[in-house]
């Protein structure tokens, strides 16, 4: 079927579709509210060691789980279409990039945010942050693997701007899509055979001894001695005897609940190594598209360099950030990154407050002792 491409007003005709929520102020807010999180995760003295999941947080990820739906769902409509001759390219090609440019940025961003909360050792920041990595891959395998790709919207640098991304993507690449995928399933291949490994080497470990007869520390003989005291000459054999089983039970517990965690703390430290092997790679890997973009757009001009900078980080929208629900978005970006820069900056501005009022503590008991000892000497 033959398409007329509008003339004239064009430009908004075309992305009259694309929905504000991929405006530049909203895309703006949601990089601001990243970088938020990632300062949170990296410098504050309390919140990187807590594995919490806050509000920042929540947000960063409802746009690419939006994005992700909206993309499918378009998919899926323009396929329909298609099969039934009402295929418009020009009415979807903005309207489906536009959540495509934001599965595929998050994509990248969800490595970092994974091995940083790895190293952490953030297990809810962990799974939650890979879960929806995996969802924008999901939808780009699909995108790759299903009929899309005969539409033939893929990214050409001839190619009209109205029937064609302006973009690359991961999902044009069949060989980045499956290389992906592959190290993906190592990592989660790897990272489910290590516990399966430590279980049974834990099995054919031995278990600590339950000879009551053992040595006792001399700090339990002592805690024996001097409560066995309290009791009457009768009473003395029977109390030692209880003392020394219920001491040693305790011994025996505590051995089994260090020789635990020491497996737990091999494990994830086994598992923390192998995400970070492997998922800088599949970063790298997700990168190439931009890059080729980029390099393209580079031998082109400037103009066409700052064009790429905007089509590689911004979908493309009728919108311009000074509208007003644009400049609130990115308004509420900038306060949010304001008030998390803050509260890292209080944070350890009280430390550094605790730790020098504790020096001058310790630097005021000296001064004390030794002015007491300089006036025994004179007495």
């Known amino acids: 079927m033959a398409v007329a491409i509008p003339s004239g007003d064009s430009n908004v005709n075309v992305y009259a579709t694309v929905s504000s929520l991929y405006g530049p102020g909203t895309v703006s807010c949601w990089y601001l509210t990243t970088l938020s999180v990632l300062i949170s995760w990296t410098l504050h003295p309390h919140k990187r060691k807590s594995g919490s999941i806050d509000v920042d947080l929540i947000t960063t990820l409802t746009l690419p789980v939006v994005a992700a739906g909206h993309l499918l769902s378009q998919a899926r409509l323009l396929?329909?279409?298609?099969?039934?001759?009402?295929?418009?390219?020009?009415?979807?090609?903005?309207?489906?990039?536009?959540?495509?440019?934001?599965?595929?940025?998050?994509?990248?961003?969800?490595?970092?945010?994974?091995?940083?909360?790895?190293?952490?050792r953030a297990l809810?920041?962990?799974?939650?942050?890979?879960?929806?990595?995996?969802?924008?891959?999901?939808?780009?395998?699909?995108?790759?693997?299903?009929?899309?790709?005969?539409?033939?919207?893929?990214?050409?640098?001839?190619?009209?701007?109205?029937?064609?991304?302006?973009?690359?993507?991961?999902?044009d690449f069949t060989a980045i899509t499956i290389a992906i995928t592959v190290l993906l399933v190592l990592v989660s291949l790897l990272s489910t055979a290590i516990p399966v490994v430590y279980a049974r080497y834990n099995q054919e470990q031995p278990?600590?001894?339950?000879?009551?007869?053992?040595?006792?520390?001399?700090?339990?003989?002592?805690?024996?001695?001097?409560?066995a005291r309290a009791y009457d000459a009768s009473e003395c054999n029977q109390c030692n005897a209880a003392l020394v089983q219920e001491i040693e039970t305790e011994r025996l517990e505590a051995l089994d609940h260090a020789h635990k965690s020491r497996a737990i703390e091999r494990q994830t430290r086994l598992m923390t190594y192998v995400s970070t092997i492997f998922l800088p790679v599949s970063f790298l890997l997700s990168l190439f598209p931009a890059a080729m973009l980029g390099s393209n757009a580079a031998m082109l001009g400037s103009d066409i360099?700052?064009?790429?900078?905007?089509?590689?980080?911004?979908?493309?929208?009728?919108?311009?950030?000074?509208?007003?629900?644009?400049?609130?978005?990115?308004?509420?970006?900038?306060?949010?990154?304001?008030?998390?820069?803050?509260?890292?900056?209080?944070?350890?501005?009280?430390?550094?407050?605790?730790?020098?009022?504790?020096?001058?503590?310790?630097?005021?008991?000296?001064?004390?002792?030794?002015?007491?000892?300089?006036?025994?000497?004179?007495?």
């Open 305 to 379: 360099l700052r064009t790429w900078l905007r089509t590689t980080f911004f979908p493309r929208t009728s919108l311009s950030i000074s509208d007003l629900d644009q400049a609130v978005a990115v308004a509420a970006g900038a306060t949010i990154l304001a008030f998390n820069l803050y509260s890292v900056m209080k944070a350890h501005y009280k430390i550094f407050s605790a730790t020098d009022a504790s020096s001058l503590e310790m630097a005021g008991t000296e001064l004390y002792g030794r002015g007491d000892i300089c006036q025994r000497q004179n007495l």
């Open 124 to 171: 809810r920041r962990l799974i939650i942050t890979g879960l929806v990595g995996l969802l924008c891959f999901a939808v780009e395998c699909y995108i790759h693997f299903s009929n899309f790709a005969r539409l033939n919207l893929q990214h050409h640098p001839k190619a009209r701007p109205h029937v064609a991304f302006h973009r690359y993507f991961v999902a």
């Open 79 to 120: 396929l329909y279409r298609h099969a039934v001759d009402l295929y418009e390219p020009f009415h979807s090609v903005a309207a489906i990039e536009a959540p495509f440019v934001i599965v595929e940025i998050f994509m990248q961003i969800s490595v970092i945010l994974f091995l940083i909360a790895t190293w952490r």
């Open 207 to 227: 278990r600590p001894s339950r000879d009551r007869t053992r040595r006792i520390d001399p700090a339990a003989l002592q805690a024996i001695s001097v409560t």
